[in-house]
């Protein structure tokens, strides 16, 4: 009996300690974190209620929902989700596709295995501030593009006044570097599927489309989702390719949302409005997060 | 039984070959970028291809090294490197700790303080970029601000800036528990037996069991502060001096990238760039074999 007490009493010392340690430790990064990771979130939504130009705080001014009613009625700023909506969605849709196909092809048996992965992955580690510097200092009118196809016999081209190729190359950049990722995620699920499954596939009498789709399919459907959600957040993030090429370019048919947000706080110091689109882009986010949360490992969190 | 392994090789051939040329294509970019750096300027312009000829002479060497004599150069990478190893100090300290706290203690308060934390992995960067910099710039008794923040410019402009933020890194924190959590507590409750206290149990008991995942952390974090573009373009607009080699690199290819009559000089641009992208590359290669797994780490269970 006194031993067991005893014992008992021992243990809740060591609770009372952990508990204090515990709480010592964490108070200092709660506050800090409160201060620096969600004091901006609440910052962001009063002040896209105002048009602050972000210098003088008696400046501040309430418009009510003046910032929103313009976004939702301007053309222009409607323009920016269809134009962020073009390049994310194309962007996702090649680099899922074409990252599926080569996982596909990739986890076979092959020569270079560890040379094939790293080749396409490295793309994705190179700065992308400066590839598209690269590029920009490439499509210029005297530039080297315009150099190879004259000498090629055919005509120059003004990249930066063509939509269409302004979207196409940062289209190609952004794939480029995104396909690796995706890829090995891929390969990572591919390779979680038990090679049995596919044997009793075959013996039941499934061909290789039937195995697709009711084997592997299924089985890397977290996965599949984890890449498809976070390249939809990640399509809010188009910002070097877009600063240092196109700069909205040709008349802003190229500009995102992101480059907006930039361009509204830090060139036009219209506080305001870039945080009520970037209000905007946190609501989006968060409703594609919460099906994030639903279908990848951080369900774990619950 | 012959045919059937002679078939076999024979896919495997073909297939290695398919994915070899898929790699080709992945690395040409950067093939490209380099035997552009070892070309002839003027040639390289005039005759232009998508297959500059090289020439391996010693003056070609100038367009890789011409980047060490760039203004601030040395300090910039010089900052970079403090920059990196402040918070490779921060990362492993905080995020060990807190993920053993998660992972291993009791507190009063836990499960609502970790979903506190990691409700903000939901949040995207880009909607919190703008009250992050009016947080900053209007950060109370900082670069001459008052109490109430008003009268200065804060961080701005401050090289401090680079050193103050995320001190709580919620992802880091979170892998460090799941990686916590595959060990058991027996180690924990021995070692407090023997009267251990919590440091000592999880920095040198627990931490080096985690090693794997801190070096996941460790490297993409490396190679994210290298690359690192936006933080100076925001917040040092005005201090050049102080900026990370990230942004910086873009000054120095369009200084040294700027050819007379509006032609870029290409050689050095790529050169230049060659030299940038390197040591990220360096980097990848040498801990692969970690960064593949880290990778599946964020999406696959285990």
Redesign the interface.
């Known amino acids: 009996m006194v031993t067991a007490s005893k014992k008992r009493r021992g243990i809740e010392a ?2 009372k300690g ?2 204090r ?3 010592a ?2 108070a200092p ?2 506050v ?2 409160t ?7 609440i ?2 939504i009063i ?1 896209g209620f105002t048009d602050w130009n ?1 210098f ?2 008696n400046d501040i001014r309430f418009i009510g929902f003046d910032n929103f009613t313009r976004i939702f009625t301007d053309t222009r700023y409607l323009k920016l989700f269809l134009n962020t909506l073009i390049f994310g969605v194309s962007i996702l849709a090649l680099t899922i596709i074409f990252g599926f196909l ?1 996982a596909q ?2 986890v ?5 295995k ?10 994705g ?7 598209s ?2 590029v920009a ?2 499509l ?5 593009l315009n ?2 196809l ?2 090629m016999g055919l005509s120059r081209r003004e990249w930066f006044g063509e939509a269409f190729w302004m979207y196409f190359f940062i289209i190609l950049l952004s794939v ?1 570097r995104g ?3 995706t890829m ?2 891929f390969m ?2 591919l390779n ?1 599927i038990p090679e049995d499954l596919y044997e009793y596939g075959k013996i039941e009498g499934a061909n290789a489309f039937q195995r697709l789709w009711y084997i592997t399919l299924p089985m890397i459907k ?2 599949f989702m ?2 498809l959600i976070t390249s939809m ?1 990640g399509m ?2 188009i ?2 390719p877009i600063q ?1 090429i196109s700069q909205g370019r040709p008349e802003g048919k190229t500009s995102v ?2 480059y907006e ?2 361009n509204k ?2 060139a036009d110091f219209n ?1 305001g409005m ?2 009520a689109l ?2 905007l ?2 609501i989006i ?2 409703v594609l ?2 099906i994030n ?1 639903k279908y ?3 369900q ?2 619950k | 039984m012959t045919r059937t392994s002679k078939n076999r090789i024979t896919r495997k051939i073909v297939l290695s070959v398919i994915l070899f040329a898929s790699s080709v294509i992945m690395l040409y970019p950067l093939v490209y970028m380099l035997l552009g750096a070892l070309a002839d300027n003027d040639q390289m312009y005039l005759n232009a291809s998508f297959l500059p000829k090289p020439y391996f002479t010693a003056d070609r060497i100038k367009n890789f090294t011409i980047v060490f004599e760039a203004d601030d150069f040395t300090q910039s990478i010089f900052i970079t490197f403090a920059r990196i190893g402040f918070y490779a100090v921060i990362n492993v300290l905080f995020s060990t700790m807190a993920g053993y706290i998660f992972s291993k203690m009791e507190f009063k308060g836990k499960k609502i303080v970790f979903l506190y934390l990691m409700s903000s992995m939901m949040i995207p960067g880009v909607a919190v970029m703008v009250p992050s910099y009016i947080l900053l710039n209007r950060f109370p008794l900082v670069g001459g601000n008052d109490i109430l923040g008003a009268g200065g410019m804060g961080f701005r402009d401050n090289p401090a800036v680079l050193f103050v933020t995320g001190w709580v890194p919620v992802y880091n924190m979170f892998l460090m528990r799941q990686s916590f959590n595959s060990f058991g507590s027996e180690m924990k409750e021995a070692a407090m037996v023997d009267g251990a206290n919590h440091f000592l149990i999880m920095f040198v008991i627990y931490m080096p069991l985690a090693l794997p995942c801190l070096a996941v952390m460790l490297i993409g974090m490396v190679i994210g502060f290298w690359n690192d573009y936006m933080t100076c373009l925001i917040y040092l607009p005005d201090l050049k001096g102080w900026h990370t080699i990230g942004t910086k690199i873009i000054d120095i290819i369009d200084l040294y990238g700027a050819g007379g009559n509006g032609v870029p000089y290409y050689s050095r641009i790529y050169g230049i760039s060659f030299m940038f992208i390197l040591p990220p590359i360096v980097v990848f290669l040498i801990f692969q074999r970690f960064f593949i797994s880290g990778l599946a780490m964020g999406a696959v269970k285990g």
């Open positions: 060591i609770k952990e508990n340690f515990a709480w430790v964490m990064m709660l800090y974190f201060v620096f990771t969600m004091l901006p979130v910052f962001v002040i972000g003088y705080l080569m092809l990739m076979k048996d092959i020569f270079l560890g040379f094939n992965r790293a080749a396409w992955y490295i793309p580690i190179i700065s992308f501030a400066v590839i510097d690269i200092n490439m210029t009118p005297d530039g080297i150099q190879i004259l000498g480029w396909l690796g990722g090995l995620l990572a699920g979680s977290p996965i984890f890449n957040i809010f993030n910002f070097e240092l949302l992101m947000i930039y706080a830090f506080m870039s945080c970037s209000v882009v946190m986010v968060l997060s919460a949360l990848s490992d951080l774990d969190l």
